[in-house]
């Protein structure tokens, strides 16, 4: 089992960046898939990237290509989303999450930390 708290979050103004932080505890953090995900007020979860157990492989949301950066330390057990040129929409409670298998928008992870909101003002 594996326990992950997120941090980093806040308010910033559209055109800015964040980096969020997920720091897992338990054991063995390199066999975990690690991604994270958003639920905006009002609507639900959504995938957003995911980092395969040793980092060389990432996936992301269409809508965050090329802004979004999701990179881990295995060493330090922490997952980071890099979130540059951020826009009002990115707005949403942002959710670290691991699974023992292959992560995407399609995905149920079972382990979830307790989210941080991030708030873009326009």
């Known amino acids: 089992q594996v326990q992950l708290v997120e941090s980093g979050g806040g308010l910033v103004q559209a055109g800015g960046s964040l980096r969020l932080s997920c720091a897992a505890s338990g054991r063995l953090f390199s066999n975990y898939f690690m991604g994270w995900f958003r639920q905006a007020l009002g609507k639900e979860r959504e995938f957003v990237a995911a980092?395969?157990?040793?980092?060389?492989?990432?996936v992301y949301t269409d809508s965050v290509k090329g802004r979004f950066t999701i990179s881990r330390d295995n060493a330090k057990n922490t997952v980071y989303l890099e979130m540059n040129s951020l826009k009002p929409e990115d707005t949403a409670v942002y959710y670290c999450?691991?699974?023992?298998?292959?992560?995407?928008?399609?995905?149920?992870?079972?382990?979830w930390g307790q989210g941080t909101q991030v708030t873009v003002s326009s």
């Open positions: 999450a691991a699974s023992l298998y292959y992560m995407s928008s399609g995905s149920s992870p079972a382990y």
């Open positions: 980092i395969s157990y040793s980092g060389a492989s990432t």
